[in-house]
C-alpha cells in the first residue's frame, strides 16, 4: 500500500516579507525533490479545506477568528516579529489542517499504511490564542484530538523532531492524557521552553533538549535511551511526526549538526516502533527546515524511508 502525500497549492500562495526564512521556495523545493523518479509510487493527494470544526479542537472561536480577520487585502502583515500572513494565508493554513486531519482518516481506515503532509505554514508553535514562530493553527496537535475524540482511539504519541522546541504543541496537549508529546530541540535556543520538568497534566509530555553544536551521534543516543524506549511502553495507537528538519547542519536557524542520514535514520526507527505498536500507523506533518537544498534531501530521505515501510 503506497504511502499517501498530501500538498496543496494553497501553500504558494503563503506569502512572507523578502528575506524571511519560512518562504514559498520550502514548497518549491520539496516538491522538486518528490517529483524525481523514486517517488513516483507516491499515492498523491489534495489536502482539503479543513472545517470550522476540525480548527475548533484545540484552539477557541476567538483565535480562529482572529485569525481570518488577520489576514490582508494585499500585502503582508506581521502578527508579531517572525509570523506574518498574506492574501491567502488562512486559506493555506486551513489546508494544511485539512491535510492532517485527512492524513489521519487515511490511516486509520486503512486505506493508507502512512502519509506525508507537505503543507505549509507549519503548526507546532501555535498555542491556543497566540499565532507565533510562523505558525497559525497546531496541525500535528490537531491531527491527535482528531484521531482521539473522532476516532475513538485511546493513546497517540507525538514525536516532533524539529530543532525548536515545539511549545504549541506541547501546550495544546498539556491537558489530554490520552496523548504522549515528545519532543528533542536544541536548548538554548528560541522560543526558551521545553525544559525537562515540563511534564504535562498528567506527565503525558517529555522534553529532550540537546545542546547546540551537537550531532547525529548526540541524537542517535538520546532515542536509543530513552525516547524509543517510552514510545513502546506508551504503546500508541497512531504515532504523529512533527517533522522539522532544521536540526540539520547546513540551516540558518539553529546550532545542530543532524546530517541527512540522521533524518533517514530516526524515521526508520520510529518507524519499526510503529509496526510495533500500531501496524505502522504514521502521519507525518512538515514542520521547519529553512536550508533549501538541505530541507528537500532531508524531507526526500524521510518520504524514501516512510515508502519502504509502507510497502
Known amino acids: 500500500m503506497p504511502t499517501v502525500l498530501f500538498t496543496h497549492q494553497s501553500s504558494l500562495n503563503h506569502q512572507t516579507p523578502a528575506g524571511h526564512p519560512e518562504q514559498i521556495a520550502r514548497i518549491e523545493h520539496i516538491n ?16 482539503p479545506n479543513c472545517d470550522d470544526t476540525d480548527i475548533l479542537l484545540c484552539h477557541p472561536q476567538a483565535h480562529l477568528d482572529a ?14 516579529g517572525d509570523t506574518h500572513m498574506s492574501p491567502g494565508s ?20 486503512g486505506d493508507a499504511n502512512n502519509a506525508f503532509v507537505s503543507c505549509r505554514p507549519p503548526g507546532h508553535h501555535a498555542e491556543q490564542t497566540t499565532p507565533m514562530g510562523f505558525c497559525l493553527f497546531g496541525t500535528a496537535a490537531i491531527a491527535a484530538k482528531h484521531a ?17 522546541h515545539g511549545n504549541g504543541t506541547q501546550a495544546l496537549l498539556w491537558d ?7 519532543t528533542s530541540h536544541q536548548n538554548p535556543l528560541w522560543p526558551g521552553t521545553g525544559m525537562p520538568g515540563e511534564t504535562g497534566a498528567s506527565n503525558n509530555v517529555q522534553n529532550w533538549p540537546l545542546p547546540p553544536h551537537s550531532d547525529g551521534r548526540l541524537m542517535r543516543a538520546t532515542y536509543e535511551a530513552e525516547i524509543f524506549p517510552a514510545l513502546r511502553h506508551f504503546k500508541p495507537e497512531l504515532l504523529i511526526i512533527s517533522a522539522g ?6 540551516d540558518p536557524l539553529a546550532q545542530l549538526n543532524w546530517a541527512t542520514e540522521d533524518f533517514a535514520w530516526l ?3 520510529l518507524c519499526g516502533i510503529a509496526r510495533e505498536c500500531c501496524d505502522g500507523k504514521v502521519v507525518s506533518t512538515l514542520e521547519g527546515g529553512y536550508d533549501l537544498n ?11 524511508v516512510l515508502m519502504e515501510s509502507a510497502a
Open 176 to 182: 489530554e492524557p490520552r496523548s504522549l508529546f515528545i
Open 148 to 164: 482521539l475524540e473522532r476516532h475513538g482511539l485511546s493513546r497517540v504519541a507525538v514525536v516532533d523532531f524539529d530543532v525548536h
Open 90 to 109: 488562512t486559506t493555506a493554513a486551513r489546508h494544511a489542517v485539512g491535510g492532517c486531519v485527512a492524513a489521519v482518516d487515511a490511516v486509520l481506515s
Open 67 to 80: 485569525i481570518t480577520n488577520a489576514e490582508p487585502a494585499s500585502g503582508t502583515v506581521a502578527l508579531d
Open 294 to 304: 538541505a530541507l528537500a534531501a532531508s524531507v526526500a530521505a524521510h518520504v524514501q
Open 267 to 269: 524515521t526508520r526507527e
Open 32 to 47: 522538486a525533490a518528490l517529483n524525481a523518479p523514486q517517488f513516483a509510487a507516491l499515492d498523491r493527494r489534495d489536502a
Open 245 to 250: 528538519f532544521d536540526a540539520h547542519a547546513d
